[in-house]
């Protein structure tokens, strides 16, 4: 059982360019998210879905694009990088929603230049 | 907007004091309340919730916290702190299907 597995761990990326940051878990859950944590902010959430062929937005989702085609698997996209974007990016998955425990990926640490 | 603040960016205690980090949240309807610590380099685990049971609550590794709805606070505490509870603390709490996060406790434990 890996739990939430994310890839990469770290990536650095020019102003414009495009990249997928991949998130999978294998615990059968309905919920998953993308958070990205900035120093002195916390963990601000991005996007969210409640299952496969649902997703919604949470609270800074400008730049960013995801899709759910399976329970498994939950990519963020960034469809043109800029430097506001460089941050440590998780991602999360709980049973069915937000108020059950989350479990989060180990990150991945992105540099925009 | 709704909102958790944590007093103190940075707390540091000696090996064996007591441990109290402080969140306060603004919510007008009786939320779901989350503490997440994270240690160096990983994600975050949960250390325990709130979830209208029981105002006092009980997590992993001896830490425990008071839900105190007349002050809207969520206080973390341990009775003895240990070298390994040095990370960094994040108090969290639901507003509908937004997930709201603290700023965050950087806790420094002191031999």
């Known amino acids: 059982n890996a739990g939430v597995t994310q890839t990469p761990k770290f990536q650095v990326l020019k102003t414009g360019q495009s990249m997928t940051l991949q998130c999978a878990q294998d615990?059968?859950?309905?919920?998953m998210s993308w958070y990205r944590q900035d120093p002195g902010m916390g963990l601000r959430l991005i996007h969210y879905?409640?299952?496969?062929?649902?997703?919604d937005q949470g609270e800074v989702p400008n730049g960013y694009n995801v899709s759910r085609s399976t329970t498994e698997d939950f990519p963020l996209r960034l469809l043109s990088a800029a430097p506001s974007q460089t941050s440590v990016y998780f991602c999360?998955?709980?049973?069915?929603?937000?108020?059950?425990?989350?479990?989060f990926g180990p990150g991945t640490r992105l540099t925009v230049l | 907007a709704q909102s958790v603040t944590q007093l103190g960016s940075h707390v540091s205690v000696s090996e064996g004091a007591l441990v109290l980090l402080r969140c306060n949240y603004s919510s007008s309807v009786p939320p779901y309340l989350f503490w997440y610590v994270q240690y160096p380099n990983q994600g975050l685990q949960l250390l325990l919730k709130y979830t209208s049971a029981a105002t006092l609550v009980k997590g992993i590794n001896g830490f425990e916290a008071e839900f105190k709805k007349s002050e809207t606070s969520f206080h973390l505490t341990k009775p003895s702190a240990h070298m390994s509870d040095a990370a960094e603390y994040f108090c969290a709490v639901t507003y509908g299907q937004n997930f709201v996060f603290g700023p965050g406790t950087r806790l420094s434990v002191l031999p």
């Open positions: 615990m059968n859950h309905e919920y």
């Open positions: 999360a998955s709980s049973y069915s929603d937000n108020t059950d425990t989350q479990y």
């Open positions: 879905s409640v299952g496969a062929g649902i997703t």
